[in-house]
């Protein structure tokens, strides 16, 4: 397995090299070089703010097509709350029902909702609530906030609460009760993810908190979007035979609906990656100790606003809200899944580490040297962060020229200073030239 | 001393508040400090810079660091602490209405400087008071 997995790519021949991107990466992981733009590896969170500022659309999501799910023999699809929130059918009060029963007949040969792993989650989550420990405990439903953490905010990894991911868990549930109920071996059955985010195919490929992820792959809503939109046409109001999630699952979708399900009243929910991370610098300088969960969504609105959905994050938001209502809570599925969750299906064990991309060098006294230049260099840059030089700010060019991946003259402001001194150099000597040749006449 | 760095604190500007205890983390992240060390700087820095924007007349903080260990110096030009020990204690405060509406002035800021450092010295009169914390590596 590749040790930086990345779904986010860019595709060269649309990147124009604008500054776009540059300046929204919450962790500065892209640079302009050569008039393309590069993700660096190390640096990167997959949480899609490119995809969505790039205005060429030169950033995009690498994703597992829907014919990979031919690679199993059983099939059963996962599908993100956020997925109801995507079609309109109006008036249609069994919206969640079309949508299941329009994904079986797509080649699934199951659908389990992650709105039924996530309903686990909650309970498991609010038994962690209940123990002592570090606070706020921080959710780790998003996959791009918690590599957010482990790339800037290491020393917050211990808050991040020891419990999976609603389509992990899902997809952990959805097989065990297929292979049980067809008597058919777990290994046979694929479990595929149809995902709103980038960050969820990545945590899929180089899982987090554990060895080996239990989803199969992931399927981005838009590759399936069309072909679901055709279904739930044809289909008569079929129904879906089997329990299905309750308005604490589907909420999910929306930033908030997590911490409404675990059930948590002091927490805070924050949406949006650059509010998250200021966030989180709230809480590692303690201002938000007295709180007990953070909840804290990369997209705007929650996973509604992901880069990989069809309808607007608000459109979306008021749908889920809608649906949450016409559905209601269920005591039966409650009671299921805080059953699933006292079985220990939700909890990880695995400790998750910190990525090292900030530190300089592993030589201390090297490293206090190269903050040094980095100061000097500050001084000496012209202080405007025109991205012009492929960095997003004119610290972080310095800081590139210190670990030695840029130079001083990828400045445009430099390379111009140096260019007319250079000039006037010619001038001096040309005149000094002409002099002498005056004097010699 | 093989590193060291000021950094001036105005009097009541709320609107860089934080800004000189980030710096300050951030370039301990660069040194790669152990993350629950940082944290406890970040916090008795951040309290410290708070400290002089509210209560003081502006003064320095100054970052040292050597082989293994690391300081914070907080040096104003007053008023002065009048009964250190009645500050140290926990939920003393001289803090203002406006800057408790500010969600300040819990009487919790020395307490977490002392609490979060391995070291802290202070030394006050009306010319001043210096603060000084120390953290071992």
Same mark, same amino acid.
């Given at each position: @397995?590749?040790?930086? &997995?990345?779904?986010? /790519? $860019?595709?060269?021949?649309?990147?124009?090299?604008?500054?776009?991107?540059?300046?929204?990466?919450?962790?500065?992981?892209?640079?302009?070089?050569?008039?393309?733009?590069?993700?660096?590896?190390?640096?990167?969170?997959?949480?899609?703010?490119?995809? /969505?500022?790039?205005?060429?659309?030169?950033?995009?999501?690498?994703?597992?097509?829907?014919?990979?799910?031919?690679?199993? #023999?059983?099939?059963?699809?996962?599908?993100?709350?956020?997925?109801?929130?995507?079609?309109?059918? =109006?008036?249609?009060?069994?919206?969640?029902?079309?949508?299941?029963?329009?994904?079986?007949? @797509?080649?699934?040969?199951?659908?389990?909702?992650?709105?039924?792993?996530?309903?686990?989650?909650?309970?498991?989550?609010? #038994?962690?609530?209940?123990?002592?420990?570090?606070?706020?405990?921080?959710?780790?439903?998003?996959?791009?906030?918690?590599? $957010?953490?482990?790339?800037?905010?290491?020393?917050?990894?211990?808050?991040?609460?020891?419990?999976?991911?609603?389509?992990?868990?899902?997809?952990?549930?959805?097989?065990?009760?297929?292979?049980?109920?067809?008597?058919?071996?777990?290994?046979?059955?694929?479990?595929?993810?149809?995902?709103?985010?980038?960050? #969820? @195919?990545?945590?899929?490929?180089?899982? +987090?908190?554990?060895?080996?992820?239990?989803?199969?792959?992931?399927?981005?809503?838009?590759?399936?979007?069309?072909? +679901?939109?055709?279904?739930?046409?044809?289909?008569?109001?079929?129904?879906?035979?089997?329990?299905?999630?309750?308005?604490?699952?589907?909420?999910?979708?929306?930033?908030?609906?997590?911490?409404?399900?675990?059930?948590?009243?002091?927490?805070?929910?924050?949406?949006?990656?650059?509010?998250?991370?200021?966030? +989180?610098?709230?809480?590692?300088?303690?201002?938000?100790?007295?709180?007990? &969960?953070?909840?804290?969504?990369?997209?705007?609105?929650?996973?509604?606003?992901?880069?990989?959905? &069809?309808?607007?994050?608000?459109?979306?938001?008021?749908? =889920?809200?809608?649906?949450?209502?016409?559905?209601?809570?269920?005591?039966?599925?409650?009671?299921?899944?805080?059953?699933?969750?006292?079985?220990?299906?939700?909890?990880?064990?695995?400790?998750?580490?910190?990525?090292?991309?900030?530190?300089?060098?592993?030589?201390?006294?090297?490293?206090?040297?190269?903050?040094?230049?980095?100061?000097?260099? =500050?001084?000496?840059?012209?202080? @405007?962060?025109?991205?012009?030089?492929?960095?997003?700010?004119?610290?972080? $060019?310095?800081?590139?020229?210190? /670990?030695?991946?840029?130079?001083?003259?990828?400045?445009?402001?430099? $390379?111009?200073?140096?260019?007319?001194? +250079?000039?006037?150099?010619?001038?001096?000597?040309?005149? #000094?030239?002409?002099?002498?040749?005056?004097?010699?006449? | 001393?093989? *590193?060291?760095?000021? *950094?001036?604190?105005?009097?009541?500007?709320?609107?860089?508040?934080?800004?000189?205890?980030?710096?300050?983390?951030?370039?301990?992240?660069?040194?790669?400090?152990?993350?629950?060390?940082?944290?406890?700087?970040?916090?008795?820095?951040?309290?410290?810079?708070?400290?002089?924007?509210?209560?003081?007349?502006?003064?320095?903080?100054?970052?040292?660091?050597?082989?293994?260990?690391?300081?914070?110096?907080?040096?104003?030009?007053?008023?002065?602490?009048?009964?250190?020990?009645?500050?140290?204690?926990?939920? *003393?405060?001289?803090?203002?209405?406006?800057?408790?509406?500010?969600?300040?002035?819990?009487?919790?800021?020395?307490?977490?400087?002392?609490?979060?450092?391995?070291?802290?010295?202070?030394?006050?009169?009306?010319?001043?008071?210096?603060?000084?914390?120390?953290?071992?590596?």
């Amino acid at each position: @397995m590749e040790k930086y &997995f990345h779904s986010v /790519r $860019l595709e060269k021949e649309k990147c124009s090299g604008c500054t776009n991107c540059i300046k929204r990466c919450p962790t500065e992981a892209i640079r302009v070089q050569k008039g393309k733009a590069k993700i660096l590896k190390e640096r990167c969170i997959d949480c899609g703010e490119c995809i /969505r500022v790039c205005p060429y659309h030169a950033k995009n999501a690498v994703t597992d097509p829907l014919s990979s799910i031919s690679q199993f #023999k059983y099939k059963i699809a996962l599908p993100a709350p956020a997925l109801y929130a995507q079609f309109k059918m =109006v008036n249609q009060v069994d919206k969640v029902d079309r949508v299941l029963s329009g994904l079986k007949t @797509m080649g699934f040969d199951d659908v389990f909702e992650v709105a039924k792993g996530a309903e686990i989650c909650a309970k498991a989550i609010a #038994k962690e609530l209940e123990k002592p420990g570090n606070r706020p405990l921080i959710s780790s439903a998003c996959p791009a906030v918690v590599r $957010l953490i482990q790339v800037r905010f290491p020393e917050l990894l211990d808050n991040v609460v020891k419990v999976d991911a609603p389509v992990e868990v899902a997809a952990k549930v959805a097989k065990e009760e297929f292979a049980k109920k067809n008597n058919v071996d777990i290994s046979e059955i694929g479990a595929y993810f149809i995902t709103p985010c980038p960050a #969820k @195919m990545t945590s899929i490929k180089s899982p +987090l908190a554990k060895e080996k992820s239990d989803v199969d792959g992931a399927i981005s809503i838009l590759e399936v979007y069309g072909l +679901l939109t055709g279904q739930l046409k044809s289909a008569d109001a079929k129904r879906f035979d089997g329990v299905k999630a309750s308005a604490k699952g589907i909420g999910w979708a929306n930033s908030g609906g997590e911490t409404f399900a675990v059930g948590e009243k002091n927490a805070l929910a924050v949406d949006g990656i650059s509010n998250v991370a200021h966030a +989180l610098e709230d809480i590692e300088n303690d201002k938000l100790k007295d709180l007990d &969960f953070f909840e804290g969504l990369a997209c705007v609105g929650g996973c509604v606003g992901g880069p990989l959905v &069809f309808e607007s994050a608000f459109v979306a938001q008021s749908r =889920v809200q809608k649906i949450c209502d016409e559905i209601g809570f269920d005591q039966t599925v409650e009671e299921q899944a805080e059953e699933y969750a006292d079985s220990g299906v939700a909890t990880t064990k695995k400790q998750m580490e910190a990525v090292d991309v900030m530190k300089l060098d592993d030589d201390r006294m090297e490293a206090l040297r190269k903050i040094q230049q980095i100061e000097e260099l =500050v001084q000496k840059l012209p202080g @405007m962060d025109c991205g012009s030089c492929g960095a997003p700010s004119c610290r972080a $060019l310095a800081e590139d020229i210190v /670990r030695g991946h840029a130079q001083e003259m990828d400045c445009v402001f430099i $390379l111009k200073e140096k260019v007319r001194y +250079l000039a006037e150099e010619m001038v001096d000597l040309a005149s #000094k030239d002409k002099i002498s040749e005056d004097e010699t006449e | 001393m093989i *590193y060291t760095r000021d *950094y001036e604190i105005k009097k009541d500007d709320f609107v860089a508040a934080g800004e000189v205890s980030a710096r300050i983390k951030n370039k301990l992240k660069q040194l790669g400090v152990d993350p629950a060390l940082i944290r406890k700087i970040a916090i008795a820095s951040y309290e410290a810079e708070i400290n002089m924007i509210i209560h003081s007349l502006g003064g320095h903080m100054q970052l040292d660091i050597d082989e293994d260990s690391i300081m914070i110096t907080c040096a104003d030009t007053g008023p002065g602490i009048p009964d250190i020990e009645l500050a140290m204690q926990e939920g *003393y405060s001289t803090a203002s209405d406006t800057v408790r509406e500010m969600g300040f002035g819990a009487g919790m800021g020395l307490p977490n400087m002392n609490k979060n450092s391995d070291n802290m010295h202070i030394e006050s009169s009306p010319a001043g008071t210096t603060v000084t914390l120390k953290f071992q590596m």
